[in-house]
């Protein structure tokens, strides 16, 4: 059953994409393709397969692509409607009509936990989602449908988290937990992007959150943390300070997509998914060296 109380979703895209250059240097991180469709547009489908209707994109300079995107494309439609290609037509248009859009722009790269307080005023006093479109959750499952079940059965706000190589801790934040149930943990701390010898343990926050308002007066409060950057995970820190806050472990197979390495990984299942790509890759994989 979906919730009917998590309407809103934030999706953060001002960031440099730093990661991925030098592809990011003139075209948006989110734009990149798996396969066919940008990496934006399957967090958006995600949110929707959720029960989100509102999405908010947090933007900034040279993002406009993403606003062009989400957008009708009149002359497009009309070619594919002369050309005959009605599926296509079909595609292109749902494109659009998914959900209602919202941008913000976020005019410095201040850091993950500005960017969310930058749609406070969209949000109100109601629950909502952040979702991060550089992590691509695939299962049978949406990643943020898992963790509105969650909230809606508990108490408090819940973060996505998924058990990560020792090695790679330093890359996200890291929570100090308590097992409740099966995949639930009590969040007793956190801490962003530790040093391996210092992480609490290996579950790695993967870009879902579940949250109530209560988070925005602590973002306003907090103040640069790691990289100089207004963190989000510092905000959550002093949250599960003041209130009950649940991490619940992610079913599904998760890519860092906004990591190069990653990013491959996820193009070769993906590719390999495809009804239609699927075999001929396969083939064109296997006589490869
Ligand atoms: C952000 C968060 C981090 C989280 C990660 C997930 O980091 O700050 O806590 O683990 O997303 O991808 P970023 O990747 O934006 O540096």
Do not use: W
């Not at 440099?16 to 240097?25: D, N, S």
């Not at 990560?164 to 956190?190: M, N």
């Not at 990984?265 to 001929?280: I, Q, R, S």
């Amino acid at each position: 059953m979906l919730s009917t109380a998590i309407r809103k979703v934030i999706i953060p895209a001002a960031g440099l994409g730093t990661r991925f250059l030098p592809a990011t240097k003139a075209s948006p991180k989110e734009m990149l393709p798996l396969v066919d469709k940008p990496l934006i547009q399957y967090a958006v489908e995600e949110a929707v397969a959720s029960g989100i209707e509102d999405i908010i994109i947090i933007t900034g300079r040279g993002k406009r692509a993403i606003e062009d995107h989400f957008d009708r494309s009149f002359e497009l439609e009309e070619n594919l409607k002369g050309n005959g290609k009605a599926q296509l037509l079909k595609d292109i248009r749902r494109i659009s009509e998914i959900a209602n859009f919202c941008y913000v722009r976020q005019s410095e790269a201040l850091g993950l936990g500005h960017a969310v307080l930058c749609a406070r005023h969209l949000i109100g006093d109601e629950p909502f989602a952040i979702l991060l479109s550089d992590e691509i959750i695939d299962g049978p499952v949406p990643a943020l449908a898992q963790l509105i079940q969650a909230y809606d059965a508990g108490n408090g706000g819940v973060i996505g988290v998924k058990k990560v190589q020792r090695a790679e801790v330093s890359q996200y934040g890291i929570i100090a937990g308590r097992r409740v149930a099966g995949g639930l943990h009590r969040v007793l701390d956190l801490v962003e992007k530790p040093a391996p010898s210092q992480a609490p343990s290996r579950f790695a926050v993967i870009g879902r959150y579940v949250l109530s308002p209560d988070i925005f007066p602590i973002l306003e409060r907090t103040t640069p943390g790691k990289n100089r950057e207004i963190q989000l995970t510092d905000a959550l820190r002093c949250l599960a300070r003041q209130a009950p806050l649940y991490a619940q472990e992610i079913q599904g197979q998760r890519h860092d997509a906004g990591d190069k390495l990653g990013f491959l990984k996820a193009t070769v299942d993906f590719a390999l998914k495809n009804p239609v790509l699927g075999p001929p890759f396969l083939r064109y994989l296997k006589q490869l060296r």
